[in-house]
């Protein structure tokens, strides 16, 4: 793991190519656990099981500025009008989508809301006619797969390369590490690493699944808290500084430090929000979980992959210039977090939990499948 601790890591000044567009975000408090509520309940466990926003029935938005912010962190700022009207466009073709392949009625203050952020508020129930909650959430659901198409198809025709690319995660990640180490959150470690080639080939050979695209931890970053208690403050911290809650990636999630129903107990007044939780509390009893299997038996953590927002204003021409007919700057990293308190940590690297016997295991797999059917017995005496 590449990195020291907070406190002695360097601003690095290795400038991008060109001013960059990024937008600016305004300042937010630390949200304490007995300040969360079924908002912060909702988007915390999407996390914690690895959960896709598409199944959500509701969004959580109550005012104006809340969205403001939700869509300066996704890198849009629409109070610019390229950014605007990008963000028009995916609503235009999310619309489409709807109208072309099942028929759908989308009500027009829907299709051509008056400000981007009604269309967050109908969903979430805070604005307008109670019928425009259900189709503007559905219409939100495709517009956020479309984002995600338009980066990857952005990310394609970009003279990016993939070291290029990792060194813009790796700014932004540390410069929001120095804003909490700055704000005083409880955070002994945050480091990164970038894996190696001969790192990527025994991952790949030891997985069944034999594609580079599928590894999503190239670069990845391990955030320490001093205390359990810290997780939850720094975790829900991370998705309103660094990465929308929602651009989680399904499915990539190891968690066996905060089980949903342990949480739950350990903070009784999450009860009242039970009732209005999009999955009943005992749904991941129901999931087929399977872990890392090459973990020690007590290893214990908190693992997921974001996509995370990145402007690629630096490789694009500038707005006012840009003759594409697909206007997109926002594309998307694949980025592991690492997530554990002081002594869980300290406990993780006794014993059969160490990363030596977990690279140990990894690496007896990786032989045995290279060499099986291959290698002649040895004669018996």
């Known amino acids: 793991m590449r990195g020291f601790p907070l406190a002695l890591q360097p601003a690095r000044n290795n400038a991008v190519k060109a001013p960059s567009l990024v937008p600016v975000l305004s300042a937010v408090p630390v949200c304490t656990v007995p300040q969360m509520g079924l908002r912060e309940l909702e988007r915390i466990r999407l996390i914690l099981r690895g959960g896709s926003v598409i199944d959500w029935r509701r ?16 890198q849009l700022d629409v109070s610019r009008p390229y950014d605007d009207a990008w963000a028009r466009t995916v609503l235009a073709d999310a619309v489409e989508y709807l109208r072309k392949t099942f028929d759908y009625r989308v009500a027009d203050a829907v299709a051509q809301p008056e400000e981007l952020h009604d269309l967050f508020l109908f969903a979430s129930g805070a604005k307008g006619l109670a019928r425009y909650r259900r189709i503007a959430c559905i219409v939100l659901k495709v517009m956020h797969v479309i984002q995600h ?65 599928q590894v ?11 205390k359990r208690e810290d997780l ?78 990145l402007r690629m204003d630096p490789y694009l021409p500038p707005p006012e210039s840009d003759t594409r007919p697909r206007k997109g700057r926002v594309t998307f990293a694949l980025v592991e977090f690492q997530i554990a308190d002081e002594e869980t940590a300290r406990r993780n690297e006794l014993g059969d939990n160490a990363h030596e016997s977990y690279k140990r295991r990894q690496k007896r797999r990786v032989l045995n499948r290279l060499s099986r059917g291959l290698v002649v017995p040895k004669r018996q005496g």
């Open 232 to 309: 939850l403050p720094v975790l829900y911290f991370l998705t309103q500084r660094l990465f929308p809650f929602n651009f989680v990636v399904p499915g990539q999630t190891e968690n066996t430090l905060l089980p949903f129903k342990g949480l739950l107990d350990e903070n009784p007044h999450f009860e009242q929000f039970i009732p209005q939780l999009h999955l009943d509390r005992d749904f991941e009893d129901r999931e087929d979980r399977t872990g890392n299997a090459f973990s020690g038996s007590s290893y214990r953590v908190l693992n997921f992959v974001v996509d995370l927002p």
């Open 59 to 74: 969004m959580h938005f109550q005012t104006r500025d809340e969205v403001d912010r939700f869509l300066r962190l996704c």
């Open 149 to 213: 198409i338009e980066g990857r198809d952005l990310l394609f025709r970009l003279a990016a390369s993939e070291a290029e690319l990792a060194e813009m995660v790796t700014e932004k990640v540390l410069g929001v590490a120095r804003e909490m180490k700055e704000m005083g959150l409880p955070i002994v470690e945050f480091a990164h690493s970038i894996k190696t080639r001969d790192s990527l080939v025994t991952k790949l050979i030891a997985k069944k699944e034999t594609v580079a695209a």
């Open 216 to 226: 999503y931890d190239r670069t990845r970053f391990r955030v320490i808290t001093r």
